[in-house]
T-cell receptor, first 114, second 114 residues
Framework: SAVISQKPSRDICQRGTSLTIQCQVDSQVTMMFWYRQQPGQSLTLIATANQGSEATYESGFVIDKFPISRPNLTFSTLTVSNMSPEDSSIYLC???????????FGQGTRLTVV | DQQVKQNSPSLSVQEGRISILNCDYTNSMFDYFLWYKKYPAEGPTFLISISSIKDKNEDGRFTVFLNKSAKHLSLHIVPSQPGDSAVYFCAAILSTGTASKLTFGTGTRLQVTL
């Protein structure tokens, strides 16, 4: 397994502001992902955080809105920019050690935009 | 278009009985399936997985069955315990592209009663 620390665990933010979420893993991992779970919805992949290069975004998500950094193999950040109430969700960091096997998740960041 | 579906948003089962959680998918290219359990304020926790070349995988009280022709999988928990009360997510992985990207169902909330 992997120990994943995600900060902050929750936040209430004003619309128009930005929030950066941090994800720290206890050991080097090949792949890191960011997911979003909107109220009553399933988990949706936002992007793959690539070490040393730009993140790979899924359809419907763009870098200007969700800039991602991954400076090394154990750390990544996701920024939710220019927030609106529609961004209120749980944001989750995920890592995978081996291809085609289980992914491990952080505890999530519950974001409320008012 | 929801490629992984969990049609039952909730399920209530008596302690000691069997819990059966169902999941249907539409994409025949999915070749690996996983079940996650999620408690409130925590990230999803991996439970059990199954490759598409198998039809059954068992781990303790948890068994996953896969019916490829029906594009259906199910998670059996027996005997059910109060600590199993959580939201259960089915997830699938495509065999092409970034193999570790997960597509999640919307989840089923299991309540195990005394």
């Amino acid at each position: 397994s992997a120990v994943i620390s995600q900060k902050p665990s929750r936040d209430i933010c004003q619309r128009g502001t930005s929030l950066t979420i941090q994800c720290q893993v206890d050991s080097q991992v090949t792949m890191m992902f960011w997911y979003r779970q909107q109220p009553g919805q399933s988990l949706t992949l936002i992007a793959t955080a690539n070490q040393g290069s730009e993140a790979t975004y899924e359809s419907g998500f763009v870098i200007d809105k969700f800039p991602i950094s991954r400076p090394n193999l154990t750390f990544s950040t996701l920024t939710v920019s220019n927030m609106s109430p529609e961004d209120s969700s749980i944001y989750l960091c995920s890592v995978v050690r081996r291809m085609n096997t289980e992914a491990f998740f952080g505890q999530g960041t519950r974001l409320t935009v008012v | 278009d929801q490629q992984v579906k969990q049609n039952s948003p909730s399920l209530s089962v008596q302690e000691g009985r069997i819990s059966i959680l169902n999941c249907d998918y539409t994409n025949s290219m999915f070749d690996y399936f996983l079940w996650y359990k999620k408690y409130p304020a925590e990230g999803p926790t991996f439970l059990i997985s199954i490759s598409s070349i198998k039809d059954k995988n068992e781990d303790g009280r948890f068994t996953v069955f896969l019916n490829k022709s029906a594009k259906h999988l199910s998670l059996h928990i027996v005997p059910s315990q109060p600590g199993d009360s959580a939201v259960y997510f089915c997830a699938a992985i495509l065999s092409t592209g970034t193999a570790s990207k997960l597509t999640f169902g919307t989840g089923t909330r299991l309540q195990v009663t005394l």
